[in-house]
C-alpha cells in the first residue's frame, strides 16, 4: 500500500482517507491502494489530539443522539444538527429557556426533553410540531416506537403519549426522586430510577420485574441481543440476562460515579467524571484500553461501526476510531505508514505541542509491544514546550516514557526541569 502525505504546517496531520477513492483534501495529498478485503478504514480524519478523529467545539453538551445521518446535540439552550460525514453544522433548533436533557429521533420527528419540565417535538426538516408541558420536573429521557412517544420525568412519572395526536395514553407513577435513562427494545422498556431498574412490560404496561443490586443511583442503561448493562455511581457495571433478568458479572471500574456507558459487539465502554474513558473486552470482562478524552465531565458516549462518540461539558463532542483498540493489524499498518512519513520531519514541523502528544501517544502503543520508544516519539517530546503542558498531561507522558526506556526519561526531566 502506497501513502503519500503532504504536510500542515499548523496542524500535524489531518487525515481523510475514502479507501474507495483516491482525492486531494485540506492541504495534503493521499492515495491508497484498495486490498482485495476492501475498507480497511471508512472514514479516518485525524486531527492533533491523542486517538483522535475528530473534535467539533460547540458549547456545554448536555445530551446527545446519533443516526446513520446525523449528530443531534443537545445543549443549553438550543439543539445543533449536525452531518455525521461530512462533520458540518446543518442547522439549530432554538427557542429552548433550559438545558437539553435528553433526546430522542426516530423517522418522523425530533424530541427533546428539558431541564424545565418541557417536552418538545420538531418534524425531520426543522419544524417546531409541539411543545407538552404535563410534566412537573425534569424530563431527563424520552424514547419512541412506532406508535408511543415515552417520557420520563424527576416528577415521579412516566407518561406515554400518542405519537401523531399528541393526547397522553397511559402514565406510570413511582416513588422515585430521579429518573435517569430509559432504553427499549422489541419486549420491554428498562427504567434506571434512583437505584432500582425497573422492566416494563411494552405489550401489557406492566412493571413485570425490579433489579436492585446497586447500591447508588444507576446513571445510564445500555443493551445488545443478550444483555441488559447498568452502570451506577457505585461504580460498577452490573450485567443481566435479559431473558431471566439474573445477574451474569460486574465489572468495577474504580473512580467515582458514572456518566456514560455504551456497548458494540466486542467492547463495553464507560466513564466517570475523571474525564477518562475506559474500553473493556466483552468476554473477558477486561479493561483494554483507556485514555484522557476531554478537559471536564463527559455526559454521552455512544459507539457506531466505526467510532466512539464523547460529548462533554467542556464544549466539546469528540470522535474516536475505534480500530485503535479492535484491530491491532489496522493500528500497525497506520503507524507504519505514519512513521515512514515522519521520518522526513524535523522539530520545526511541530507548531501544535497537541500534535507532539497525539502523535507520541500513537507511537508509544506502537513500541510498547517492541519495547522501544522509537525516533518519532522522541522527535514529539522535543518538540513540546514545557509551560505548555498540563499537570496531567506531563504526568502521563513521563508515566509513558518511564514504560518505555528510562533513561530518555531523565533526559527529558533535566532537559525541562519538570517534577514528577
Sequence with gaps: MNHIFKLNKHKLIRLKAIIKNQEVCEGYNLKREIDAKGLIFDIV?????????????????????????????????????????????????????????????????IYSGTRDNLVKVWSKDHKHVITISNHKDAVRSIIADEKFLYTGSDDGTIRVWNKYKWDQVGIIRKDFDFLLDMIMDDKYIYIAADSDIFILDRKSFQIVRTLKEHKDDVEVLAIDDKYLYSYSDDTTVKIWDKNEFTLQATIETGGTYANGLTVDDEHIYTTGNNNQIYVWDKKTLSKVF??????????????????????????????????????????????????????????????????????????????????????????????????????????????????????????????YHLEY
Design 45 to 109: 480524519r485525524i486531527l492533533p489530539m491523542p486517538e483522535l478523529i475528530n473534535k467539533i467545539p460547540i458549547g456545554s453538551i448536555y445530551s446527545l443522539y446519533i443516526d446513520e445521518i446525523h449528530i443531534y446535540l443537545g445543549l443549553t439552550n438550543s439543539i445543533q444538527i449536525w452531518n455525521k460525514h461530512t462533520i458540518k453544522r446543518e442547522n439549530t433548533l432554538e427557542n429552548f429557556d433550559d438545558l437539553i436533557l435528553s433526546l430522542f429521533v426516530d423517522k418522523d420527528f
Design 290 to 415: 483507556e485514555f484522557q478524552a476531554h478537559d471536564s465531565d463527559i455526559t454521552k458516549l455512544i459507539v457506531d461501526d466505526h467510532n466512539l462518540y464523547s460529548a462533554s461539558i467542556d464544549g466539546t463532542l469528540k470522535i474516536w476510531p475505534t480500530f485503535l483498540w479492535k484491530d491491532s493489524s489496522q493500528i500497525e499498518q497506520f503507524l507504519n505508514d505514519l512513521f515512514d512519513y515522519g521520518s522526513k520531519l524535523t522539530i520545526d514541523d511541530f507548531e501544535d505541542y497537541n500534535s507532539a502528544i497525539w502523535v507520541f501517544n500513537l507511537c508509544k502503543k506502537f513500541y510498547e509491544k517492541k519495547g522501544e520508544l522509537g525516533d518519532m516519539a522522541r522527535k514529539c517530546l522535543e518538540a513540546i514546550v514545557p509551560e505548555q503542558i498540563r499537570f496531567l498531561e506531563k504526568v502521563a507522558l513521563l508515566d509513558v516514557l518511564c514504560k518505555n526506556r528510562l533513561d530518555e526519561l531523565k533526559v527529558f526531566i533535566k532537559r
